[in-house]
Antibody
Framework: EVQLVESGGGLVQPGGSLRLSCAVS????????MHWVRQAPGKGLVWVSH????????NYADSVKGRFTISRDTAKNTLYLQMNSLRVEDTAVYYC????????WGQGTTVTVSS | QSALTQPASVSGSPGQSITISCTGT?????????VSWYQQHPGKVPKLMIY???SRPSGVSNRFSGSKSGNTASLTISGLQAEDEADYYC??????????FGGGTKLTVL
């Protein structure tokens, strides 16, 4: 069974850092693009970042560029999102999603940025 | 990276057909075949309904169909059912090698 399981969310003060993880199973991780997408409370989906299957192509939404870093560890079948200089507006549920079209999503992990 | 434009809400009666539009630019929707549609029920994870403009993943009802004309993509749901009531989001690849979502459309089944 294909599974994506996010972890690492929590409550953090503005300016703080968090590292999200997305552990995958049931498919060949190294063959797929992966994405991070977030959803603020009561709001719509917003694309955050993606990374190519081999890590050779990475990009970010303007709102997180320079603050967030996406990476992947094929040996651990895990996708990461390092989030630095967090802002109140980064508060959201963060989802990882598989593939160019996002055909499988994790259940999400909640990040709350508040003082 | 402006969001794609979707109507905030649409509604229809059971058995009817509805269409949700998703308008972008030649740098996203109009320039690529990589348009997807997602369904999200309250408190649930988004589910892929359409990819590559008009392809359906296995297991998705053939009542769901997608199309594109110029810079506007569309999702049509025929034979509307109560279980279709949800939020729907379009997404497109962009010329900047990023992705962009629409603002979402709330579908109400009357």
């Amino acid at each position: 069974e294909v599974q994506l399981v996010e972890s690492g969310g929590g409550l953090v003060q503005p300016g703080g850092s968090l590292r999200l993880s997305c552990a995958v199973s049931g498919f060949t991780f190294s063959s797929y693009w992966m994405h991070w997408v977030r959803q603020a409370p009561g709001k719509g989906l917003v694309w955050v970042s993606h990374i190519k299957s081999d890590g050779s192509s990475i990009n970010y939404a303007d709102s997180v560029k320079g603050r967030f870093t996406i990476s992947r560890d094929t040996a651990k079948n895990t996708l990461y999102l390092q989030m630095n200089s967090l802002r109140v507006e980064d508060t959201a549920v963060y989802y990882c999603a598989r593939g160019l079209q996002g055909d499988v999503w994790g259940q999400g992990t909640t990040v709350t940025v508040s003082s | 990276q402006s969001a794609l434009t979707q109507p905030a809400s649409v509604s229809g009666s059971p058995g009817q057909s509805i269409t949700i539009s998703c308008t972008g630019t030649s740098s996203d929707v109009g320039g690529y075949k990589y348009v997807s549609w997602y369904q999200q029920h309250p408190g649930k994870v988004p589910k892929l309904m359409i990819y590559d403009v008009s392809s359906r993943p296995s297991g998705v009802s053939n009542r769901f169909s997608g199309s594109k004309s110029g810079n506007t993509a569309s999702l049509t749901i025929s034979g509307l059912q109560a279980e279709d009531e949800a939020d729907y989001y379009c997404s497109s690849y962009t010329s900047s090698n990023t992705r962009v979502f629409g603002g979402g459309t709330k579908l109400t089944v009357l």
